[in-house]
């Protein structure tokens, strides 16, 4: 457990984001701040709009209504190389991963060391793959193709790929979801040693209690589209709302088998 | 189903008697023209890109080694066996009129100026033209694509442009090559009935055709390749979620990439017999 104060300055805030799908609403109103150098994370049900959420921070979904600020420039009115600025500095891990099924792992982590960190030379790149690699524990399938990965390392390697370019924000999109209890601990202890050493500021989705614990600063959780309680670990544990201690709490205690 | 309903509500709004199948004809002609503006779009898109800076050579060359490794199996194969076909098939009307000297130069001709070029680009559409449909949908539904957005790589600069300019400079490549194998089929075939020397054959063929006769069809599967690269890239570039979408991806992506072969035909033929 850290305790460190975070800085008060937000590097993203949201106000008021609305975005649907037709005639769907998926986020409806919500409102949320991320501080500097502080572990955020999302809770809701599946299908909240939790990645939907973090795409319309990148831009990979535009939002209907709404004002999003990343370093203080609002996201949906920038040009293209205004965008790929912005975007160099944040890191993404989708929850499918999303590695590159034509390249091995090697050329996958290179991908975007290459083009965001531009002017590497060769020994600095091989040193950093080996170093993303190794914070992941996958150092012998650097020659692998992605078809050949199980899906815990498939989401291993997209957590590599991600911090290579040591991003100033972070969003993970359920980093140990799929996970073994063992990897799952390391993969959290690795976020939070990502904050200190980068100073970067996350956002996690998780599903994860475990994860939860150990990496949350403050936690956010969303119902129906709109931010529905925020506070820390603590205040969301101690609380009698029964729709959050489904989240916290263990469920079907009268259905245990033993 | 929405859709519908708007047009409803904006007829009646507006006092139109509309029946439900004039209603419908204005839905999918709606969308007719959306998906229309979509493909212009994306092609201005693709045609700036090209022209851009950083343009990715080693992907190039990557593209241009896999369209050509691809298919040279294949367009070997058909190319023989369309010299042998059509060699096979005039022999006996020309015997009729005392022309089989004609043979060879007249299965040239065909070959050079339709044959080769066409039939190059639609197996090239079907094999091609399914693989980057497949290819690029598949990146689609899965986020890769997403992912080269987030790392600030343009995908449209990244995996478009190399796939249709590889594809336009190798279908031309391709179809000279078939054109070569179709001869040398016919050359095959004449000497099942006849008997006749390949430099003879040679002699003869080219009697009649002049390096000029070459540029027309060049030029036409050059745009073959160029049609065939954009409808396979923009029907895996515009997938949509879920992965029985990268079959129809692929699907479409040959049917109307063979289409378009033949339109581009018809319009190539009219053009060249202007000149
Ligand atoms: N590209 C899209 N087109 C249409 N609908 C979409 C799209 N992306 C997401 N949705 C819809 O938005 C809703 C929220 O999706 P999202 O993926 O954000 O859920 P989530 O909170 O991340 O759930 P999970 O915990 O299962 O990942 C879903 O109902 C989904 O169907
Ligand atoms: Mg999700």
Redesign the interface.
Known sequence: MKKETPNTESVVAIRNLKKGF??KEVLKDVSLDLKKQENLVVLGKSGTGKSVLI?CI?R?LRADAGEISVFGEEINGLDKPAL??I??R?G?L?Q?A?????MTVRENLE??LR??RKGLSEQEIDQKVHDALENVGLVEAIDKMPSELSGGMRKRIGLARTIIVDPEIILYDEPTTGLDPVTSNEISILINEIQQKYKASSIIITHDMECVRTVADRIIMLKEGAVYKEGSFKEFQGGDDDYINSFFKPQNTELNKN | MQQYKRVKNYARGRSIALTDTSVEHTVSFKKFLVNLADVFLFVTQVFRNTFARGFEFREFLKQCFQIGNKSLGLISITGIIIGLVLTIQSRPVLVDFGAVNMLPSMVTISLIREMGPVITALICAGKIGSSMGAELGSMRVTEQIDAMEVSSTNPIKFLVVPRVLACTLMIPLLTLYADALGIFGGWLAANIKGDISAVLFLTQAFRDVEFIDLIPAVIKSFFFGMVIALVGCYKGYHASAGTESVGVAANTAVVMASLLVIFVDLIAVQITDLL
């Open positions: 037709g005639p795409k990148v990979l790929d600025d975007r160099k944040i993404f989708f499918s999303a590695l590159y099924d034509s991908f975007p083009r965001i």
